[in-house]
């Protein structure tokens, strides 16, 4: 069975900078974040194949947000740069959903493997 535990949320200032956390426990092919903010729904930002080689990223942060693993430690990251206050939402661990393409419906439907989420607040 697969568990993500996300950590690392938080409150910033426009502009400002956070690095998102998931450890990971059980084996996972690919991994990804997505964010939800309350009354919409959930989409995916950024994904990374197994290994690392292939890494994904909506319009949205791309250029921003950096996505990658530490497989030693198990961990899943996203940094996050230059952050907007459109940026605040519940942010979200998820694996092996589907494809990137349908990250969004997945997310939808529930396939696939996620964390609790942690809040980021950007003002």
């Known amino acids: 069975d697969v568990q993500l535990v996300e950590s690392g949320g938080g409150s910033v200032q426009a502009g400002g900078s956070l690095r998102l956390s998931c450890l990971v426990s059980?084996?996972?092919?690919?991994m990804g974040w997505f964010r939800q903010v309350p009354g919409k729904e959930r989409e995916g930002v950024a994904a990374?194949?197994?290994?690392?080689?292939?890494?994904r990223y909506a319009d949205s942060v791309k250029d921003r947000f950096t996505i990658s693993q530490d497989n030693a430690k198990n961990t899943l990251y996203l940094q996050m740069n230059s952050l907007k206050p459109e940026d605040t939402a519940t942010y979200y661990c998820a694996a092996d959903w589907g494809s990137w393409q349908g990250r969004n419906d997945a997310a939808r439907r529930g396939v696939g493997y996620w964390g609790q989420g942690t809040q980021v607040t950007v003002s």
């Open positions: 059980g084996d996972t092919v690919y």
């Open positions: 990374i194949g197994l290994g690392g080689g292939t890494t």
